[in-house]
């Protein structure tokens, strides 16, 4: 579908043009409509399926053709990165109008502070900022909020793990009640379900096949004993000069360093994220990364949902994801907008029968490999094995799910 045929503003489907979007994806076809329609929606959709340009192009459309004075519309995200990312993508949608939009985040300098508190003083259109200092600038008692209309999470169950529900009630406890609320989410968790309960009115609800992942992803495992897995992926590295991006997800930050250390050589660039670093650095990080300055990314799972980097290669996990849909998020940062990608992951025998509740998932099984004999032995596959009450207790999903999944199939989170 094209997006003419949502009846979008004349100005605004020039700039989508600009932005080189021909197609609305399924999320953006379902959603831009009942958007229009002043409901209240939930939404979730996998990351990378546009859910961005799902929320904003509504309402950017609702402020040309309406006009505006103050803020009215509020995107509360969970990072920092996410903020300046969404705000970019508005700045594109509204190059052809006067909408200002301004992105709140902390980490900066007193400049970047004073900037925000200028365009929150005089009423941005649209604000895109995270919790904790989007509450700052409202106690310093300048952010008159009267003219919000429109509030939108977005990547709700990231902002839930990180631990922003009391900020997120707070928040709104200043907005008008008469206000279009909607929640983005990945994934939807009962927290989630309270959560909306509590802020959202008789919303509509969409929900796009989150459990699969993008077509066009070549998926594999490589059963391996934990003490190989670095040398392993220093071969499966050293076995692609041709990719330029590489993407390693581990679920602690220590492993994060180990690996980094492990991989560290005079050849390419590897770099680590994770909470440890400043904000600034995390930023500078990721921009070395999307520019193929760096070669390898090493990452924690918390900082990298929802941040888009385009034509990653090989995504790698160093083990396998806690959470089934994790994993189907984590992959998808490759092979994005039809490209193929390959996704890789390090399944020792604890984590088998973690796979095994992936592929029930996925409904799909993924290729298993033994590590190269060179580089040592291999485990046999049996997901069964010693994980019995684990795997009982965390329960897959059965054949039946058709793809959609609620918060059922989701098993205890681990702490990152
Ligand atoms: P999500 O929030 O679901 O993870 P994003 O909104 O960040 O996804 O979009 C992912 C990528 O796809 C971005 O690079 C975005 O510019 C691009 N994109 C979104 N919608 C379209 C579209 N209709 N056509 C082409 N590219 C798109
Ligand atoms: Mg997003």
């Given amino acids: 579908m094209k997006f003419d045929e949502l009846g979008l503003n004349e100005s605004l489907i020039e700039a989508i043009d600009y932005m080189g979007f021909q197609k609305a994806t399924p999320i953006q076809q379902q959603a831009i409509p009942k958007i229009l329609n002043d409901k209240d929606l939930i939404a979730c959709a ?43 993508q508005i700045q594109g949608f509204t190059y052809f109008s006067n909408l200002e939009s301004i992105a709140v985040y902390g980490g900066g300098d007193g400049d970047d502070w004073d900037e925000q508190r200028k365009a929150l003083d005089r009423g941005a259109d649209i604000v895109v900022a995270t919790p904790g200092k989007f509450i700052a600038h409202l106690n310093m008692g300048y952010m008159k909020l009267e003219a919000v209309r429109h509030v939108i999470l977005d990547e709700a169950d990231r902002m839930l793990d990180i631990g922003f529900y009391d900020d ?38 969409i929900t796009i096949a989150i459990s699969k992942p993008a077509e066009g992803v070549l998926q594999a495992v490589y059963l391996s004993y934990d003490p190989l897995k670095v040398k392993l992926i220093k071969r499966l590295i050293d076995d692609k000069p041709n990719y330029k ?72 996990n160093y083990n396998v994801p806690g959470d089934a849909e994790d994993y189907v998020h984590r992959i998808g940062r490759t092979a994005r907008a039809e490209t193929t990608g390959v996704a890789i992951t390090l399944v020792n025998e604890e984590d088998m029968y973690k796979l095994l509740r992936i592929e029930r ?56």
């Fill in 46 to 88: 996998q990351t990378g399926t546009g859910k961005t340009a799902a929320f904003i192009l509504p309402i950017i459309h609702r402020l040309m053709k309406d006009g505006n004075a103050g803020i009215n519309t509020v995107v509360i995200v969970p990072t920092r990165e996410l903020a300046i990312q969404i705000d970019q």
């Fill in 168 to 205: 997120i009630l707070r928040i709104f406890s200043y907005l008008p009640k008469k206000r279009q609320t909607l929640l983005f989410s990945a994934t939807m968790p009962k927290k989630i379900r309270d959560l909306s309960n509590e802020i959202l009115t008789d919303p509509d609800e």
């Fill in 245 to 316: 991006s590489i993407l390693v997800f581990s679920s602690t930050k220590r492993e994060v360093n180990d690996i980094v250390r492990a991989l560290k050589n005079k050849e390419f660039k590897v770099e680590g994220i994770s909470s440890d670093l400043e904000q600034r650095e995390r930023e500078e990080v990721l921009m070395r990364f999307k520019s193929r300055e760096t070669r390898v990314l090493v990452a924690t799972d918390v900082l990298s949902r929802g941040i888009d980097i385009k034509d990653i290669n090989l995504v790698i």
């Fill in 361 to 416: 998932l996925m409904e799909r099984e993924v290729m298993k490999l033994p590590v190269p004999p060179e580089i040592g032995e291999s485990p046999e596959w049996n997901p069964n094995a010693g994980s019995k009450k684990n795997f009982r207790g965390k329960g897959g999903r059965g054949g039946k799910g058709g793809g959609r999944s609620g918060g059922k199939s989701r098993g205890g989170k681990p702490k990152r």
